[in-house]
């Protein structure tokens, strides 16, 4: 799918992806994140515990929620803390918050024990975002964070976003917005041979 | 009292109908409880009903 | 209906609270003189026995799951004609209480047959339909459950309660019809012995005190489902509502 | 047939020919279910072929009404069903097309499978012949009572076996006269007729209620 | 839901509803649909055939496709010509398209005899246009209809909606962008209290 | 078990419970089935007694493969599959976690209404209690073994009918150890440990294999 993609991100450092719909940004996320095979090629994370692999190290925060409407908000994310297995790595100081102190932060404290089923995807999306603070993991892998979030969540979402780069954590995110990041690299994705890309390629 | 021969099933049937009422009403008066519960937790939080049961009647 | 004209559910509160504590007390009166009578005043019968005594409450209770039925397909109706309010809240509350009376009735009619057929259970026409009956009480329980939005969990249970109505009909025939053709003969049938006013009273007084039972009962669940949709109503606000900070900016949710 | 309704049926029966073979999903459950029981009940072939219609239709009744949770789902998915809606089409009439569309393509399948299962079942040809006629004439009412279960369960993404939940009650008298039917016409002292006039009876009733039923809820499953 | 609405539409006009995310477009274009029940007021439309309810005189052109992936491009378009009911009101002339005339003016002519599943977004949202063009109806009510199009496409749209108004035709449209429509009314709607909105009103 | 596969446990088992989970639709199948089968065969006791083992076990069968659709399919659709993937836990865990807190949502309720149906099939005591026996040390593993079938269907929308047909070949031999060592409880001369034993072997067997199968096809399923 990409040809001739290579990148180095070195610590405090934000890789912001463009380029145009359906280029492959946020297959190049899931790629990342290890949902996707490798073709070919690799992703190295060094400074982590070395029997890791690098998307164990990487929180993912794609389009969809992974909120369970029957559960309360709480439980949601008490279940994400408790399960995913935080990780560290040198020179990455990521500040953790309680559940209730991240929902607070997040302005959805309120909620907190209303069942999810009754957040507005604003919300649910403020509320998957709050995972990201209750498990330190210093890679951020985040597919177009600031959709359905209005101006306020966005604000906050890049002061978060910026907090992490500060603790010396990482992020890419794939994005059609501007975002005032602090210490940004941009990769710009364009098609090779646009005609060729979803093909399978076996059979060219 | 003599029941006879059978009194093991009278008995038993008598018995299983009082607890089939009393899980009846077991979760009729718990799930009032817990209805409360919930309205009242709501109140605290500051969250009413824009006209409460106390208020004048004939509003509604 | 008797709580026709209670339709707006403020309204009808204020009637359960009001007529709750006489209902109740009349339907521990009944029971009380009921359940002395099939003790202690009514005879045992001349071919049953003792066991006998189990009828005033298998038959009190096979009615009442019967009726409790009724009730939900003259809420259903309420709910799909007049879409009135609380024909719904009727018809949710109604089941589980109809489920347990057919309960009651299966319970107690297999502890009657062991004595008198000698088996807890055949595939006889009444009890098989009673046993569909109780079936159809609970997926309707469980549609309910399943489904998030009372309002169309209602809806979809008032449908399936109708073509259930008109389906009770059919399984009792045909059944009958069923049993008739593979039926050995050995399997006693049994039609009720001839009812003597001596068991007749005691029968009628705990009937009568089944019935006040559902309607103590009904109308407390009644309530509950109506604070309960109250609960959802608040909390759909709670989530909705402004986030602490300044309230005044007039911000539906996002 | 109107030309509209002859546009809907060959949609639909286009549909689950091509779409993952469904109807084949059905016949292999069916099968599935008939192979299971000799399994359970062990080999005596002289209890196999006296149970044999009953196990072949309980199979075709549990095939029937679990492959009926699609239905009306894939078109409320993907926002179908709000356009037949409003196209002023009669929706009872559209349930029971559809419903006609679904049995051509999965239910007759399963009737034609019968007589294959029965060899397993060790049937002899008569009832071989009695359980398939009984199963061409019963299946349908299956999937109209189906479809009720279809329509009240459209919303919810779990619809299988809640559908066969709703649905079982609602279909038993057709099992039960569809298996007397079959079971007179091999013993014969008893009338054939009789049982089987009713099933047919059984599924006219079912060609009305059930559209009239999961009309109704589809309207209200719309909003 | 609403609160005091009320509007009234000439032949030949569209109205352009606005508002805020959430506020209740979609549900009022569903209302106008018949896909929602009326709690109270009513819909008319005059002009038409007397015995049919408003909505059969409309088309419903949503967010969600209504696109078979198995079924071939025109043989989608095809179904919904046949299957939706036209209707004749008096000053209304619309002109119809042959579905295949339809799907050339769309510009998907070459994809026809493709299976729908290999269209694009876009082109999957064309199909689903074109549907408007071989039924004959007065109204069109359109949910946010240049979503997932480019600006190719958005212009076409906007002329094909032109077309329909300079016919006699109406149009009820939901949008966030500018529309450059011919004869435009505006309804914005406003949140009267924003927090009672979705309450389920008996009960409180 | 450690916190992580506790919290996971907990989540699973509190989704099924509460408004929209499925624990009890399960149980209500298992009586749909088990009431229907006398509709079909009619009432002869005798013959629902000899029989009675093999019904139970058959309903049950059913009711847990059926019952496995959304298993993994509830966790894809939301996002939640890959954050899991993604998580720093084994999968293969994690699934062995899903299928207990699945099994006791809605294999143990299973288990427990056993007996009150083996009532209405006219089993004895004994009978009864063997067959409960067999089927609580035999659920868990069709449970694992439609773990696979879950997995293998969990991109397909159409799960429940096709996760039958792909699971029942699987569950066969557990159906036969099974029935067989319920029916050895009953007719005395043959042992009831030596078939009871190979189940629960089985049922070993399928909590290594089936976890592996299942985590192996979620990991392709991802991409
Ligand atoms: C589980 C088994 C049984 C069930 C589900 C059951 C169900 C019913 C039902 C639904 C009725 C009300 C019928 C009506 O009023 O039309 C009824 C009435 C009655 N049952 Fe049962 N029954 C069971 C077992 C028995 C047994 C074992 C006996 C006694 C040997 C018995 C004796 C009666 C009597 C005496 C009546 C009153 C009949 C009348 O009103 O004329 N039942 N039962
Ligand atoms: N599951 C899939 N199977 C086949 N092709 C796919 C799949 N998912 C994505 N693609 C193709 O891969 C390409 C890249 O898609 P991707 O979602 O990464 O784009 P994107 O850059 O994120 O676009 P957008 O800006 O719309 O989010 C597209 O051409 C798409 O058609
Ligand atoms: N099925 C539903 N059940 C309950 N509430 C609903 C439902 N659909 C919509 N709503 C509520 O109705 C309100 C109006 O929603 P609607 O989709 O009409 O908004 P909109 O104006 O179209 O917003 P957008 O600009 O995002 O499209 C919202 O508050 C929403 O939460
Ligand atoms: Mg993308
Ligand atoms: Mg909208």
Redesign the interface.
């Known amino acids: 799918m990409f040809q001739d993609l290579s990148f180095t991100l070195s610590q405090g450092t934000a890789l912001v992806v463009t380029g145009a719909n359906g280029i492959g940004k946020s297959s190049l996320l899931r790629t990342l994140a290890g949902l996707v095979a490798l073709a070919g090629g690799a992703i190295r994370f060094d400074g982590g515990e070395d029997d890791r692999p690098a998307h164990e190290h990487a929180h993912y925060f794609g389009h969809q929620d992974s909120v369970k409407p029957a559960l309360s908000v709480l439980e949601n994310l008490e279940f994400w803390q408790s399960f995913t297995a935080p990780t560290a790595a040198t020179g990455f100081t990521g500040d953790l918050h309680k559940p209730m102190g991240a929902l607070e932060l997040l302005g959805i404290g309120h909620t907190a024990h209303l069942p999810a089923a009754y957040l507005s995807a604003g919300q649910k999306r403020r509320l998957s975002l709050s995972r990201l603070l209750v498990t330190a993991r210093p890679i951020w892998l985040m597919d177009e964070p600031t959709s359905a979030l209005d101006k306020n969540s966005e604000a906050l979402l890049l002061s978060l976003m910026n907090g992490h780069l500060e603790t010396g954590g990482l992020i890419v995110t794939a994005t059609h917005t501007q975002l005032a990041l602090a210490k940004v690299q941009t990769l710009h994705l364009k098609a090779a041979q646009p005609a060729e890309q979803a093909l399978e390629e076996g059979f060219l | 009292m003599d029941l006879g021969p059978h009194a093991g099933f009278i008995l038993a049937s008598y018995g299983l109908c009082l607890m089939t009422a009393l899980i009846l009403i077991a979760w009729v008066r718990l799930d009032k409880a817990a209805q409360e519960k919930a309205l009242n937790d709501l109140a605290d939080r500051g969250i009413k009903r824009a006209r409460p049961e106390d208020r004048s009647s004939e509003a509604s | 209906m008797a709580f026709w004209d209670y339709a707006n559910p403020t309204r009808f509160l204020r009637f359960v609270q009001a007529v709750l504590p006489w209902l109740t007390g009349l339907c521990l009166l009944f029971f009380a003189v009921g359940l002395y009578m099939s003790f202690f005043v009514a005879p045992e019968d001349y071919q049953q026995g003792d066991t006998v005594r189990i009828m005033y409450i298998h038959v009190p209770a096979a009615w009442l799951c019967m009726m409790c039925y009724s009730v939900m397909t003259l809420s259903s109706i309420g709910t ?1 004609v007049w879409k009135h309010p609380l024909a719904d809240v009727s018809a949710k509350s109604a089941a589980p209480i109809g489920a347990a009376f057919t309960f009651m009735a299966l319970v107690t009619g297999a502890l009657w047959g062991k004595p008198m057929w000698g088996t807890y259970w055949v595939w006889d026409a009444r009890l098989t339909s009673v046993l ?1 009956l109780f ?2 009480y ?2 309707l329980m ?2 309910w459950r ?2 998030e939005d009372p309002i ?1 969990a209602g ?2 249970a008032a ?2 309660t ?3 109505a ?2 009770l009909p ?2 009792k025939f ?2 009958d ?2 049993n008739t ?1 593979h039926q050995p003969a050995s399997v006693m049938r049994f039609d009720g012995p001839t009812i003597h006013p001596d068991i007749l009273w005691p029968l009628l007084v705990m009937a009568v005190a089944f019935t006040l039972m559902f309607f103590v009962l009904h109308l407390m669940a009644m309530r509950n489902e109506i604070l309960r949709r109250r609960v959802r109503a608040l909390r759909m606000r709670a989530a909705s509502a402004a986030q602490p900070a300044p309230a005044g900016a007039a911000q539906p949710a996002e | 047939m109107t ?2 309704a ?3 049926f060959q ?1 639909d029966l ?2 689950s020919v ?3 073979g ?1 109807a084949l ?2 016949v ?2 069916f099968l ?2 008939v192979t ?2 000799p ?4 080999p005596d072939l002289n ?1 196999l072929a006296r ?1 044999g ?3 072949l ?2 199979g075709a ?3 029937t009404l ?2 009926l ?2 239905l009306f789902q ?1 078109d409320r998915d ?3 069903l ?8 009669p929706l009872e009439l559209v349930v029971l097309i559809k419903c006609l569309a679904h049995w051509t393509a999965t239910g007759l399948p399963l009737v034609v499978a019968a007589p294959v299962l029965g060899i397993f079942l060790n049937l002899d040809p008569v009832s071989m012949a009695a359980v398939t006629a009984t199963l061409l004439v019963g299946t349908p009412a299956l999937t109209l009572i189906g479809a ?1 279960g279809a329509s ?2 459209v ?8 559908l ?3 649905g ?3 279909a ?2 057709v ?3 569809g ?2 039917s079959a ?2 016409a091999i013993r014969d002292p ?1 009338p054939f007729l009789t049982p089987f006039l ?1 099933l047919c009876a059984l599924s006219l009733i079912a060609a009305v ?1 059930g559209p009239i ?1 999961s009309a ?2 589809l309207r ?4």
Do not use: C, E
Not at chain 4, 39 to 42: I, P
Not at chain 4, 82 to 89: P, Q
Not at chain 4, 155 to 162: D, E, N, Y
């Open positions: 799909l569909v079936i159809m609970l997926g469980t549609l399943t489904m169309k809806k979809a449908v399936l109708l073509v259930g008109l389906n059919i399984i045909s059944v019809w069923w053709l | 030309s509209w002859m546009a809907l949609r286009r549909l091509r779409v993952g469904s999903v059905g292999l459950f599935a279910v299971v029981i399994f359970g009940v062990g209890l149970i219609p009953a196990i239709w309980i009744l549990l095939a679990l492959g949770d699609r894939a993907d926002g179908t709000d356009l037949m809606l409003m196209a002023g089409r009720i009240l369960t919303s919810l993404r779990r619809g299988g076996l809640l066969a939940v709703l079982v009650p609602l038993i008298p099992l039960i006269f298996v007397s079971d007179a008893v009713i209620i039923a109704t809820a209200f499953a719309s909003d």
